[in-house]
Each structure stands twice: as structure tokens, then as C-alpha cells.
DNA sequence: TTTCATCTTGACCATACGGTCAGGAAACGA
DNA sequence: TCGTTTCCTGACCGTATGGTCAAGATGAAA
């Protein structure tokens, strides 16, 4: 666990306020210590301490610790469904795929423990958020699928398969978050720069855009 | 944890096979029951039920839990270098790089448990094997860095940035393992075939190859 | 056969964890 | 001001886990 302080947290007076704050510093602490320790090495404690809570005061708002780490998950999947939005409406694969990446690799700087609680429930079998794949995801993916196809169809790039360009937007992207730890060791021990995730979005653009022949 | 029997164990006579064996069988059963559990999810009692072995036997060949888990991480990096040759002795791009996505995917698709631990291990800031990240892996990357910009001076292939190339090759080639459960799910709940297999690796190796301008 | 090192294992222990609860404090409406 | 709902929290509990240990079984060397 990282030594940094704890979630800034306000206490405003008025009731509603109250909850919806208090739910938001929990989660926020609990997002970040699931990422850092995984769902068996995070502790309620722990996730109190962070919160500025005492422990108690988690189970007022969460009932059991699986109920706050499902109320994780899902926030993380829909913020990916909302980066989904960049493909609709595009007219090519250069504006839509162009702008997905755009999108993901957004998320993997700005939410990266999110990125990181999802990769960690899917390696574990996805026993929270299997009936998200089956349905979501699945009907999303499909959708996806048939959008590329007809680029293809209409000459807009060339026939790959649009499956495993998909996975590889998805790998690709969601490494930046996942292996964050990893690309500042070899960055120097140093976080990247505003210049070079800018260089590292047009890096996957390129070669993305270029691997499939639209560029 | 899956419903699976126990790894499978011969039970040797000869005094020096009895500890490899042991040993085999208990890092084979950690591999799986860490990757499938996390670090913290694991527990001595379960690696000790899948190696079909009493818990109080794991503590004589494995002092603590941290050491099973180091001795886990560290046989996966090894496995990682070891498809680090496939970059070596290679005339341009074409061969280097295909020949390395081949490795990658194979190994995915053989040991997707020990990829499962390393993601794992590296998500949650790389408190085992820090030191490695910071010495064989830096140096083995600035290597094929050099090797990618070779290539790239001797005009085989496009200007790209290589660090970025490598981080894709990376993150592609891992996810056919780290989200296999994901990916299965999407396949209709069925694992890849070998001709769903070989289709993954030419699409990567295809994307890849003309992303970068090789072909 | 005897001796010794290696291996095996059930029983046990201290700790840490998720979760509970009762009693009090604070906010709100009338 | 008063009553009611919501919020807060220290103290507590049962359980599960990592790890220990001592006594016994087994194989190898003499």
C-alpha cells in the first residue's frame, strides 16, 4: 500500500448531502485499496482508514464487503460502456476507432485503480460481474463487430478480423492502466508526462489505424 | 475456485525425486489457486488440497506463503525471458517480431495461470519482484529498443516509437491470457480451438506487422 | 540389521478479519 | 421545544488463516 493520505472528504451539514458524500469517500477508498491489495488482500479497516471512517461507520453504508466491492465494479464498468459512445455516429474507422482510443486511454490515465479492480474481477473468473459479459458486454461487442464489418464492407479498411481488433483495443489501452507500475519503472521510476502520454495515445493510433488500413 | 481435481502427482520412490516432485506439484497447485484467488484470496489450505498434499507438508518445502508466491512469480518471468530469443539473431522485423508474438501466444495459451500472477503481481505495485522490474526487465527492453531502432535506420520498417511497439506486443499478447475468461465468454462460453487459436495469432501477428509497416 | 537424515502429519496456537450491536449524537420536521 | 429519523462508533464476537511442533514413518547408507 502507497503512504499517501487519506480521500479528501468534505462533511457537509445537510442530511442528504451526508450520505451521498459518505458513499462517495467509501467508494473512492475502496476503489483505490481493491486495486492496490485485490478483493481477499483489502481490508475493511483499511478502506476506513482511507475513508477517514471509522470501520464500523462502512458497514452502516455497505452491508458487507462483497456489497461495496459489486458497487465498485459496476461504477467501472459503466464508465467503460460510456467510452463506448465514441464509436457511435463516426463515419470511418480513423474518427470512431480514432476517438475510442482517444476515450480508453482518457480512463486508463484519469480512473486507473478502476481499470485495475476490473482486470483483477475478470483474471478471478468474473464471479461478480458474470451476468454483465453474458448480456452487456456481449450485445455491445456484437454491435461493435457489425459496425467494423460494414467499414470493411464499404472499402473503409481493410478485412481483419474485428474481433481480435477489438481485443487488441482493449488490451492496448487498458495496459497503460493495468501496468501502470510497471511502465514508470521503465519510464525511470517516473509517472508519464502530459508530452509523453501524448505521445503514447498517437503511438496506438498509428499503428492501430495503420494495422488495419485505414490510414 | 474451479471445481477441478487435484494436480495430477506421481509419488516417486527415489529419495531426490520425492522433493523435486513435491516441489512441482505444490508450485503447480500455488500457480493456479494464486492466479485464480489473488495473493490474498489464496490460502495454504486450498494449494494444499489441489497438491493433494497435507498444509503442515507445504511449510517443509516452502518456508511461508511469501516464499511459495515468490518462487511462483519468479518461474513466470523466467518463462517471459525465455521467449525473449525469439527478438534475437532475426534479420528484420518480419521474423523478430512475428517469431515473438508467436512465443507470446503461445505461452498464453500454455501457461495462462503464471501470466494471471505476474499481471496480478505488477497491478498491485510489484512488492516481489521490484528489483527485477528494475534491472532484467529495464535492461532487456532497452535491448530490443535498440534492436526495433536498427531496424527502423535500416528502413525495414517505419519510424514507430519502439517502447510503445513493445508495450503493445506486451499488452495484446497477455490478454489472450489475463481476460481469457472474458474472451471464453464472448466465444460462447467455449474455449478457443486450435483454429480459433492459430486465427488469434495471425490477426495480431497481421495488425501488428503492417501497423508498423513491415509488410 | 542398525543408524541417520529426510520426509510426513494431526493437533495446536496466536492473530487478524468481517461483521454485530447497543447506546449516543446530530439533523430534521412540526 | 420536542419527537423522530438518520447517522456515528467503541467494544465485542466467531471464524478462518498462516504458521509451529513434536512424534512418527520412510528411505538410504553402513
Not at 486495486?35 to 483489502?42: C, K, N, Y
Not at 456484437?142 to 479498411?157: C, F, L, P, S, T
Amino acid at each position: 500500500m502507497s503512504g499517501d493520505a487519506q480521500i479528501s472528504r468534505i462533511r457537509p451539514g445537510r442530511r442528504t448531502d451526508i450520505r451521498r458524500e459518505n458513499e462517495r469517500a467509501i467508494l473512492d477508498a475502496a476503489e483505490k485499496v481493491f486495486a492496490e491489495a485485490g478483493f481477499g488482500g483489502a481490508t475493511m479497516q483499511l478502506i476506513a482508514d482511507m475513508a477517514g471512517l471509522p470501520k464500523a461507520n462502512l458497514h452502516y453504508y455497505f452491508a458487507t464487503k462483497e456489497d461495496l466491492y459489486r458497487r465498485v465494479v459496476q461504477q467501472i464498468f459503466e464508465i467503460w460502456l460510456d467510452a463506448a459512445s465514441s464509436f457511435d455516429d463516426a463515419p470511418g474507422p480513423v474518427e470512431g476507432i480514432g476517438a475510442y482510443i482517444d476515450a480508453k486511454m482518457d480512463i486508463s490515465r484519469r480512473h486507473p485503480h478502476g481499470s485495475k479492480v476490473w482486470a483483477s474481477e475478470v483474471m478471478h473468473g468474473a464471479p461478480v460481474i458474470q451476468d454483465y459479459l453474458e448480456t452487456t458486454l456481449r450485445d455491445w461487442t456484437e454491435g461493435r463487430i457489425a459496425v467494423i464489418q460494414r467499414w470493411i464492407d464499404e472499402g473503409k479498411m481493410r478485412p481483419v478480423n474485428p474481433r481480435h481488433l477489438l481485443y487488441m483495443l482493449w488490451a492496448t489501452t487498458q495496459h497503460y492502466a493495468d501496468f501502470s507500475h510497471q511502465i514508470q519503472t521503465l519510464n525511470g521510476g517516473k509517472p508519464l508526462t502530459d508530452r509523453q502520454w501524448a505521445e503514447a495515445k498517437a503511438s496506438v493510433k498509428d499503428m492501430v489505424l495503420r494495422g488495419i488500413g485505414a490510414i
